[in-house]
């Protein structure tokens, strides 16, 4: 009784959004409709590059208009590795050995190596700036990216790259889709339990000062920079990770996952769902495709009413979903 | 004769034709509060934030317990245990009282790079924060956030973080500022027994704050140290007088 | 390779460049003024176009479309700045960015919602048709030598404005402490809306004079826009001097760096191999040259020290 007491609004309305994500594929399931079971693979694999974005602009205040970059990465080293699998080539035989794979974890272990290191290089240089920069910089990057990927023709250029199964996990038929989703959905519970304790530790409490007030932070012996750049590498890696897995989705991989649009969308549903929450990219991702496909189907002109929505909630409900219905976090305990 | 725990030998700093600081040299002695004094655009935060590291003199050394830090970042000086208070609060409003003080524990331990244990389940690092806050006085507002206190409390928090540092010496930068009477003779009180802990370097309008707490007082005038000494010598020093004193009537 | 590849390349770097420099300008001012970063100019560029192309086409005039083109975009960023952008001086950078992707996406679906899916066509007005020959044996195209030195003298006009002008003492206080301008009696609002206007119709023109040469689609915007971004940190935001000098220098290495980059390379593997590499580097120059302008001055070429 006293632990019902003791749940927050917020852990209501995150509760619910669990019971729904569950009920929804459990009822397409039973009734057999295999395309609804996909659409919630769909928004737990955006929820996941979401929480990923969360964890360097919901925490950590930093407005990376680039995580497209890692995103794309990650979809890129499952094209790749999966490509040359599927066509019995090595990647490269010089110095040593190196063959594609099709294995799941290998993939994604590659695709977050990747993001991983990508977000090192993107992230000390543009931490040596702020504000306004930051953002021009990680934008200019990801379209680096983007244009390197329409002229790299051994993948595919801009037209992409198909990968004609997909790839396996031991132990499960991933081409099931109640199977792949189940996966997904785990993969995803991971990423939030990982978000959830860095927020409460030393880490989120450092990072979450060093966005309110840099000079305090600097006052009792943190370095910003260090705590900046670190926060990027992580968020970049998750990001990554659902890069891989949505290329794995589709069984497609290409330039657009680099694009200015990607990053934006990202950005949208972590926004809209209540940045710096839980389970706000959840809730974001959760409506993002709820809307794409309702209205979507209603007028191919939906993007408008996107952009209204988005309007309407920067300028009068900041906190987007989770926020306008749970009220200020909280913070202790 | 007690050691000198801060030594600030020579310092100058100009910004283009204005010369902030001309060569300045002072002392923080253990166990003593030496006050810095001087009228506005005198130079006294300029030479605060070279001593604190936020900014990096022309010339001369700043040594700190006895090891030459002219060339470390504040972050290393706040690490080794110079703790500064700033004159506007400077705390993390959304974060809770509990929070703030956290930090500093944490901060000053270099433990900030730990991802899965909740830092307010860390026992060590709670009973710092709560012995920090017991001493200020602001253990019953543990919870509550920061934006929702008021000036003096937060003028109290300042402190409690620089305590939850557990420093070797304290840079207080105006800590009276905007407290009312109440609030400011609870705080003399409170810093004339810090002072055994560590000394405190107390750069102070309030001059009768700093005639009740001083045993050192150095007068800062256009970037000038133009006397150092007791708050009697100091008193009867014409220069002073008419320099900064004379001003204040 | 010849000379002549490399003058050519050259002026179309210039050409480039000088129209990077209208759309950062306006960047830059808005930046400056106000202190908002507009993701939305983008979609202002392709309005100006637009509005070349449909009026171009119905009039038959080239001129009356650049006319328009100037309208329509100031039209719609002071409509846009009454609107939205005024919410968002106070906000913080995210919101900002927020804000104004709503708007491109606005923008983007609307008109394509009027003029559809399919690219319009502006076309080059005869009496700019066809090339001159220029000293060194070069061929040049009339109509992009036209851009460069339109571009130029909208660089030289913008000069005068904000140093010999009344508007450009409020633009030069304002950016320096904005305040202050307040305290002592300018029309803040007017003001900012008229900026903000400018910067529209720089943008605007820009997009009308490309138009001409590419096609006008939904989405041209946005590509110029990031590489704008990429002049401004180098250049240095606030500096329109930076936008001019980092503009020109990001039009050549975009232009003939890969041209260079392509000739440096075969001189130790084989030309097909050399092409085909430096196709794929060649779009990162100028990325490589924002990194190395962060690394040695992060406040970029012209820009304040933080």
């Known amino acids: 009784m006293s632990f019902i007491n003791s749940l927050s609004r917020e852990s209501w309305i995150n509760l619910s959004l669990c019971i729904v994500l569950c009920a929804v594929p459990l009822w397409a399931w039973l009734s057999d409709q295999p395309f609804t079971l996909t659409l919630c693979t769909r928004v737990a694999i955006l929820a996941l590059a979401g929480v990923g974005l969360n964890i360097a602009l919901g925490v950590g205040g930093l407005v990376s208009l680039g995580h497209a970059a890692f995103f794309g990465l990650g979809g890129y080293a499952m094209g790749i590795l999966a490509s040359h699998a599927q066509s019995y080539t090595p990647l490269m035989e010089a110095p040593f050995l190196l063959e594609g794979t099709k294995s799941m974890p290998l993939i994604w272990l590659t695709a977050m190596t990747v993001s991983a290191l990508a977000a090192v290089f993107i992230g000390a240089l543009s931490l040596r700036t702020s504000g306004v920069y930051f953002i021009m910089i990680t934008l200019a990057f990801a379209q680096m990216f983007y244009y390197f990927a329409i002229s790299w023709l051994a993948y595919g250029g801009e037209d992409g790259l198909s990968i004609y199964v997909r790839n396996g996990f031991p132990g499960l038929n991933t081409l099931d889709p109640l199977q792949f989703m189940l996966l997904t959905y785990a993969v995803l519970a991971l990423a939030l339990w990982f978000y959830h304790r860095l927020a409460k530790s030393s880490f989120g409490l450092a990072l979450n000062a060093a966005r309110q007030s840099p000079a305090r932070v600097q006052a009792v012996g943190i370095t910003r920079y260090n705590v900046q750049l670190v926060a990027i590498v992580l968020s970049a890696s998750i990001t990554g990770l659902a890069g891989a897995l949505f290329a794995d989705l589709n069984r497609f991989v290409s330039p657009t996952m680099f694009s200015w649009q990607t990053s934006g969308e990202i950005m949208v549903f972590v926004i809209l769902g209540g940045v710096g929450r839980l389970f706000g990219p959840v809730a974001g991702a959760a409506l993002f495709i709820l809307l794409e496909h309702q209205l979507g189907g209603l007028s191919e002109f939906w993007h408008i009413y996107l952009g209204l929505l988005l309007l309407l909630v920067v300028l009068f409900a900041r906190g987007g979903i989770i926020g306008t219905l749970a009220g200020r976090e909280q913070a202790n305990g | ?249 | ?306």
């Open chain 3, 1 to 306: 390779m010849s000379m002549i590849l490399i003058l050519e390349q050259m002026l179309n770097g210039i050409q480039f460049g000088v129209m990077l420099f209208l759309m950062a300008a306006g960047l830059t001012l808005v930046f400056g003024v106000m202190g908002l970063i507009n993701l939305a100019h983008g979609s202002l560029y392709m309005v100006g176009a637009f509005a070349a192309a449909a009026v171009a086409n119905a009039t038959g005039s080239f001129l009356l479309g650049l006319a328009a083109s100037l309208c329509a975009a100031a039209a719609a960023g002071a409509l846009v700045e009454v609107l939205v952008i005024r919410r968002l001086y106070d906000r913080d950078h995210l919101d900002q960015v927020l804000a104004t992707f709503a708007l491109i996406l606005i923008f983007s679906e609307g008109t394509r919602w009027l003029f559809g899916s399919f690219p319009l066509y502006l076309n080059i007005p005869d009496y700019l048709k066809g090339a001159v020959t220029l000293p060194g044996g070069v061929q040049y195209p009339l109509y992009r030598l036209s851009i460069i030195l339109v571009g130029l003298a909208v660089a030289a006009a913008l000069y005068l404005l904000i140093s010999k002008t009344r508007l450009g003492v409020q633009i030069r206080a304002g950016e320096n402490d904005r305040e202050m301008i307040a305290a002592l009696g300018v029309d803040i609002s007017k003001l900012y809306t008229l900026v903000f206007a400018l910067g529209a119709a720089l943008a605007g023109l820009a997009g009308a004079l490309v138009g001409a040469v590419q096609s006008v689609q939904v989405g041209m915007g946005e590509p110029v826009l990031i590489m704008a971004f990429v002049v401004i940190v180098i250049g240095g935001i606030g500096s329109i001097k930076g936008a001019l000098v980092a503009a020109i220098l990001v039009g050549l290495t975009e232009k003939l760096g890969g041209l260079l980059l392509v000739e440096m390379l075969s001189t130790f593997i084989e030309m097909s191999e050399a092409q085909s590499v430096g196709a794929i580097f060649s779009s990162m120059l100028i990325y490589i040259l924002m990194a190395a302008v962060l690394i040695v001055k992060p406040t970029g070429l012209y820009g304040r020290s933080l």
């Open chain 2, 1 to 249: 004769m007690a050691e000198s725990m801060l030594s600030v030998q020579g310092i100058s700093k100009s910004f283009a034709a204005l010369q902030a600081s001309n060569n300045i040299s002072l002392e923080l002695k253990k166990g003593e509060i030496h006050a810095l004094i001087g009228p506005n655009g005198a130079g006294k935060s300029t030479l605060i934030k070279q001593i604190s590291g936020e900014l990096k003199p022309d010339a001369g050394q700043v040594l700190f317990n006895g090891q030459d830090i002219t060339a470390l970042s504040a972050v290393k000086r706040a690490r080794l245990g110079l703790a500064r208070t700033f004159q506007i609060s400077s705390l993390a409003m959304e974060d809770t009282v509990l929070q703030n003080v956290v930090l500093g524990a944490l901060g000053a331990r270099g433990q900030v790079f730990r991802f899965f244990r909740p830092a307010l389940h860390d026992a060590t690092l709670m009973d710092i924060a709560e012995a920090a806050l017991q001493r200020v006085g602001l253990e019953s507002h543990a919870d509550t956030r920061t934006a929702a206190l008021s000036h003096g409390q937060r003028r109290q928090l300042e402190v409690a973080v620089a305590l939850s540092l557990q420093p070797k010496a304290f840079v207080m930068d105006e800590p009276m500022a905007g407290l009312g009477g109440g609030g400011s003779k609870r705080l003399t009180d409170f810093l004339a027994e810090l002072r055994h802990e560590a000394p405190i370097l107390l750069v102070e309008h309030d001059m009768d704050a700093v005639f009740a707490l001083a045993d050192r007082i150095s007068v800062l005038v256009y970037g000038e140290l133009i006397a150092t000494g007791t708050v009697e010598e100091i008193r009867n020093n014409a220069e002073v007088r008419r320099a900064y004193l004379g001003e204040e009537e």
